[in-house]
Nanobody, 126 residues
Framework: QVQLVESGGGLVQAGGSLRLSCAAS????????VGWFRQAPGKEREFVGG????????DYGDSVKGRFTISRDNAKDTVDLQMNNLKPEDTAVYYC???????????????????WGQGTQVTVSS
């Protein structure tokens, strides 16, 4: 059974950058598509972006396009989320999730994912 753990969250000023990492344990997730989601207090969980198995394609939510980049290192079994030009509205708990069943697809909805991490807090101050 694969487990996912996010790391790299923290407090940053507006305009700054953070890099989140999602690591797998128990089983490799190199054969899965991986999505990043976020949830701010009082709001629904929102699709941030994703990357397919093999890393050949990525997709992003409209609110982060041009600022966030997802990459994966299958040798290290990690998927990273590079966040640049952060805004206060990016403040949320960020989650990574793995989709093994349809690993050639980037699914923007939560039901498409089999395994979730516990989340890491990102706070952007103005």
């Amino acid at each position: 059974q694969v487990q996912l753990v996010e790391s790299g969250g923290g407090l940053v000023q507006a305009g700054g950058s953070l890099r989140l990492s999602c690591a797998a344990s128990g089983r490799t997730f190199s054969g899965a598509a991986v999505g990043w989601f976020r949830q701010a207090p009082g709001k629904e969980r929102e699709f941030v972006g994703g990357i397919i198995r093999g890393g050949g394609r990525t997709d992003y939510g409209d609110s982060v396009k041009g600022r966030f980049t997802i990459s994966r290192d299958n040798a290290k079994d990690t998927v990273d989320l590079q966040m640049n030009n952060l805004k206060p509205e990016d403040t949320a708990v960020y989650y990574c999730a793995a989709n093994f069943a349809r690993s050639w697809m980037i699914l923007p909805a939560m039901p498409g994912y089999d395994v979730w991490g516990q989340g890491t807090q990102v706070t952007v101050s103005s």
